[in-house]
């Protein structure tokens, strides 16, 4: 059956449940819910009081049609025409969504929000007679729900937490500012819609994506993982997640997540510091304001012999300090509780077993989070070993001293970085510098103008090299008010890794010897010009006596008697000795003249020339020379043929009358030299005079004997000495001679 208006619905409702139609009328008007009847046109035929308190008008009977309300709108806040309400929409046939949820505003301007349910009335034919609706006020719920989800923002937004829902394929829907900052996002844009795993750490990628899965299946769970933030930086964070239905119907991903980077890098560096701690070498203590120890490392067992078990509890007085150093303790406490810090104090500790160990202490108050001094760490080092060495490196230090100040030259040590530390006596004797002035440049302070910055840029480059330094220069000496020539010379010490630690240098006193080298350089520069210019000089008046002797034997000879003409023969060979002397004295002045750097020379070509040159004697004399392979060698070419020519020479002309000369001529290499050979089978010589025969005009037979005049071995000293090399002979009287020099490779 269908009923038409509220009457016969008080009628059917007071039919069925025993209730009078007045009864029901009168229950309609008072029950607190708002309930109003239209006819078939949706004009208005009841209203009770509820109805028109909730929408704040008493609409007209018969006039008003759809609503009981003033204004409509849907929950998004669309106004609603009253032809469009849900009364309106299930009078004229349509289907009214049941629950749901509006809202109306008063004529007074005041808004609530309610559900309707319209119904719709029929006669016993089914013809349309009215509506009925109910409308459910629920601003209440709506009011507490629009709090609660306000009260989310605020807490979403003011959380310094990341806030995110993520989708089940991973698609970030939601981000807080807090959790942009995170990601390094400039803005919501940047991350928001886009994948979460562009932000995921490649390694935890797929855990997450586990992860994501669990919760959009409806799970709850907590998971720690990496993200790289947009501009590359890591973090460690920890989320909580939960399952959060979406308006579409969909389970996402609901997400706290907070920054853990600091606590895993504290997690981290705590176990570092346990590591470090333990795996130190040092023992390391802690110990509380009452001197009561807290901590004790594998070392301390070590050092002290005592286990973590047996100290931990104990004070460090009764535990490791000896009776007579028990004030020290107080002390150390005293200077922790003013904050203090106790750096490398040296001391005596007792062991476990009662022997004694030297020690040195750092120790530091430790302080809690509100920075009160709440007990110390205290690092003890063995130094028993270093306190020996260093004992001994005092001692080796003082004998060094003793050493050095006995020494006639100035001694000095430096730094590795050439900077002076250490003067002996004779430098501050010399200087009269006081012993403050020290150090460093005060050297310089001495040092001729002239010489100051070749001494400086040599002491730079042996400091720069590690290589020895030597060089000379002229300090002021300030007693007799002069330059002195002084040659300073350094040399680096090393450790075992080659590395220099330091230092030694003397100052030596050459100033006598510069001094005499000088005057002999003189000298010999006048001797040269000397000899050059006499032995010149003669050539002239020996060429006249020889011509005018000549000229006597030719023209006059026949009326010279025989004694005459013996004394002209002595006169002529006289002039003839005299003139091969001369020659070879301005030889031996001119050996070394040679200015010019020398070429490389072939030995063998100056053999060549030399044995040309020597031809006729060896022709004459039958003599075989004889040559092993020969260098090349950086000496003047005239030099190595005068050498050859002199000492081949010289073998052929000291012969052995018992059998013909035979020379061999050879060269072997020993390290920076050539040692060359010329041997002959000849005479020999006295060892007696090995020495000797090098020397000028030194002879060891008469002219009578045999021809010479004792400059030939000067002048072969001589041009070896330029090239700095030497000249010898070993020799065997009756059978021969082996005359040997050495020249620069
Ligand atoms: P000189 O040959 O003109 O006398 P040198 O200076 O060449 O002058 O030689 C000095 C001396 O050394 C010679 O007088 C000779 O007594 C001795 N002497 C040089 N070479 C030989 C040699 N090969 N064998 C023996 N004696 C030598």
Same mark, same amino acid.
């Given at each position: 059956m269908t009923l038409t208006n509220a009457r016969e619905l008080s009628a059917f409702v007071s039919r069925n449940s025993n209730l009078s139609e007045t009864v029901l009328g009168e229950i309609m008007d008072a029950v607190p819910v708002a309930i109003y009847m239209t006819d078939a046109h949706g004009r208005l035929t009841y209203f009770n009081p509820a109805a028109a308190k909730l929408s704040g008008r008493s609409p007209e009977i018969g006039t008003d &049609?759809?609503?009981? =309300?003033w204004k409509i709108f849907l929950s998004d806040g669309t106004p609603l025409r009253d032809d469009q309400c849900p009364m309106a929409v299930a009078l004229t046939g349509g289907e009214a969504p049941a629950g749901m949820e509006c809202m109306a505003e008063r004529p007074d301007g005041t808004r609530f929000w309610f559900t309707p349910y319209p119904a719709v009335l029929r006669d016993a034919e089914g013809r349309v007679v009215g509506g009925i609706n109910v409308l459910i006020d629920i601003t209440e719920r709506k009011n507490a729900h629009r709090e609660v989800s306000e009260q989310f923002r605020a807490i979403v937004e003011t959380t310094p937490q990341c806030v995110k829902v993520v989708a089940p394929d991973g698609t970030l829907l939601f981000m807080n500012p807090p959790g942009l900052e995170m990601l390094g996002a400039s803005c919501p844009a940047a991350v928001? $819609? &886009?994948?979460?795993?562009?932000? +995921?750490a490649p390694e935890d990628q797929e855990r997450f994506r586990v992860f994501n899965q669990m919760i959009c299946g409806g799970k709850r769970g907590s998971l720690q993982f990496e993200i790289v933030g947009l501009k590359g930086a890591r973090r460690h964070m920890e989320t909580h997640a939960a399952p959060l239905q979406h308006a579409d119907g969909t389970t996402v991903h609901l997400a706290v997540a907070h920054d853990i980077t600091e606590r895993k890098r504290a997690e981290g560096s705590s176990f570092l510091l346990s590591a470090v701690v333990d795996s130190s070498d040092d023992a390391i203590i802690s110990k509380d304001l009452d001197g009561v120890i807290s901590s004790w490392n594998k070392s301390a067992e070590r050092l002290f012999g005592y286990t973590g078990e047996e100290a931990i509890g104990q004070t460090v007085a009764s535990l490791l300090i000896p009776e007579d150093r028990q004030e020290e303790e107080p002390d150390i406490l005293a200077r922790l509780r003013r904050g203090e810090r106790v750096d490398h104090f040296e001391t005596v500790r007792r062991r476990k077993n009662g022997s004694l160990i030297d020690i040195s202490l750092t120790i530091s108050p430790v302080k809690d989070l509100e920075g009160a001094i709440i007990g110390a760490s205290k690092i003890a080092r063995d130094i028993t070993e270093s306190k020996r060495v260093r004992a001994k490196l005092m001692e080796s230090e003082a004998r060094f001293r003793q050493l050095a100040d006995s020494m006639p030259q100035m001694v000095w040590t430096a730094r590795p970085d050439g900077s002076v530390d250490y003067f002996n006596e004779r430098w501050y004797e010399f200087t $009269?510098? $006081? /012993?403050? =002035?020290?150090? !460093? =440049?005060?050297?310089? /302070? +001495? %040092?001729h103008p002239e010489d100051l910055q070749r001494t400086r840029d040599s002491w730079g480059a042996a400091v720069s090299s590690g290589q020895p330094y030597n060089v000379e220069y002229r300090f002021r000496d300030r007693r007799e008010n002069r330059w002195r020539w002084f040659i300073g010379r350094a040399l680096p010490v090393r450790d075992g890794t080659g590395k220099v630690v330091k230092w030694f240098g003397t100052s030596t006193d050459i100033d006598e010897q510069k001094r005499v080298e000088d005057q002999l350089r003189r000298a010999n520069q006048d001797l040269e010009q000397f000899a050059f210019s006499a032995s010149h000089d003669l050539q002239e008046p020996l060429r006249s006596i020889k011509i005018y002797s000549e000229l006597l034997m030719k023209r006059h000879a026949h009326s010279l008697d025989g004694e005459a003409l013996k004394f002209m023969s002595f006169l002529r060979n006289g002039a003839t000795r005299m003139e091969t002397l001369v020659r070879d004295l301005l030889t031996y002045t001119q050996a070394? /003249?040679? !200015?010019?750097p020398p070429k490389v020379t072939d030995a063998n070509e100056a053999l060549k020339t030399a044995l040309a040159n020597l031809s006729g004697a060896i022709g004459e004399s039958g003599a075989q020379v004889t040559t092993g392979p020969l260098p090349s060698l950086p000496v003047n070419g005239t030099h190595l043929q005068q050498l050859f020519q002199n000492l081949i020479g010289n073998a052929l002309k000291y012969r052995s009358p018992k059998r013909p000369p035979a020379v061999h001529v050879e060269a072997e290499r020993q390290s920076e030299n050539w040692v060359f050979s010329v041997a002959d089978n000849g005479i020999g010589i006295d060892p007696e005079y090995k020495e000797n025969i090098? $020397? %000028?005009?030194?002879? %060891?037979?008469t002219s009578g004997e045999y021809s010479g005049t004792g400059i030939g071995l000067a002048i072969c000293r001589r041009i070896v000495d330029r090239y700095h090399g030497r000249i010898w002979v070993e020799s065997e009287p009756g059978r021969g001679s082996i005359f040997r020099f050495t020249l620069p490779v």
């Open positions: &049609q759809w609503c009981v =309300t928001i $819609g &886009q994948s979460v795993y562009n932000v +995921i $009269g510098f $006081g /012993r403050e =002035t020290r150090g !460093d =440049t005060n050297w310089e /302070r +001495i %040092l070394t /003249r040679f !200015d010019e090098f $020397g %000028l005009f030194k002879r %060891l037979h």
